[in-house]
Nanobody
């Protein structure tokens, strides 16, 4: 079993930055690809981005490319989501997730085996 805990959410003004962290339990963290998803009130959960187990590859939805960066530190069992140039439409609960599969289907929530509880990000205008 893998347990994931997100942190770093909060309230920020449009144009600002925020860094989310996701701490994972277990000794097999480096064998899992990690994804970030978000869900706004009344909307479906949507893919934000993902990173391979080694950290060598990343993949993002078009609306966050150039603004968001995913990284990981396998020695600390932690994955990060650096968010810059934040917009009000980025407001959502952000979730991290882990999968034993690679990045081939990382944009699908069904590919993930473990999920965190989420952290709220609110961007004001």
């Amino acid at each position: 079993q893998v347990q994931l805990v997100e942190s770093g959410g909060g309230l920020v003004q449009a144009g600002g930055s925020l860094r989310l962290s996701c701490a994972a339990s277990g000794r097999t963290f480096s064998t899992h690809a990690m994804g970030w998803f978000r869900q706004a009130p009344g909307k479906e959960r949507e893919f934000v981005g993902a990173i391979s187990g080694s950290g060598g590859s990343t993949y993002y939805r078009d609306s966050v490319k150039g603004r968001f960066t995913i990284s990981r530190d396998n020695a600390k069992n932690t994955v990060y989501l650096q968010m810059n140039s934040l917009k009000p439409e980025d407001t959502a609960v952000y979730y991290c997730a882990a999968t034993h599969a690679g990045l081939s289907a990382s944009n699908s929530a069904y590919s993930y085996d473990y999920w965190g509880q989420g952290t709220q990000v609110t961007v004001s205008s």
